[in-house]
């Protein structure tokens, strides 16, 4: 084999493994298709994740009494976490978390894991 032949055979070889390193996926391990991103509301606070929450109250705009809260939320942490208040914009009122109806205690989003708010009960 020639020298000519063997340089061209090398740059020709160099050339396909240029292409093909190029040419790879540079989004990592963070890419953004990676995370799902639902079309309702939703959004994360460190390990927290919120999604389709819904805050439905009285009817009358300054009405009190009470409101139900809906939605799912996850916990991307390595330790259980407590939901202790709910913080609405725009609005300073203190919001009281209730249990369901024959559950008690606190509300605890396990590590890992969800929960769903809302119901029948």
Do not use: H, W, Y
């Not at 705009?61 to 139900?68: C, L, R, T």
């Not at 407590?82 to 008690?104: F, H, M």
């Amino acid at each position: 084999m020639s020298s000519s032949l063997r340089r061209g055979a090398l740059a020709a070889t160099a050339l396909v493994l240029s292409i093909a390193s190029l040419s790879a996926c540079a989004a990592g391990n963070k890419a953004q298709t990676l995370g799902v991103k639902p079309d309702n509301a939703a959004t994360s606070v460190g390990d927290i994740k919120l999604q389709n929450v819904n805050v439905i109250t009285q009817p009358e705009q300054n009405a009190s009494g009470p409101a139900v809260i809906t939605g799912r939320v996850f916990n991307n942490g390595i330790k259980d976490q407590e939901l202790r208040s709910i913080k609405l914009p725009g609005k300073d009122v203190t919001v009281k978390l209730t249990p369901a109806k024959g559950a008690s205690g606190a509300l605890v989003v396990p590590a890992g894991g969800s929960v769903t708010l809302g119901g029948k009960d």
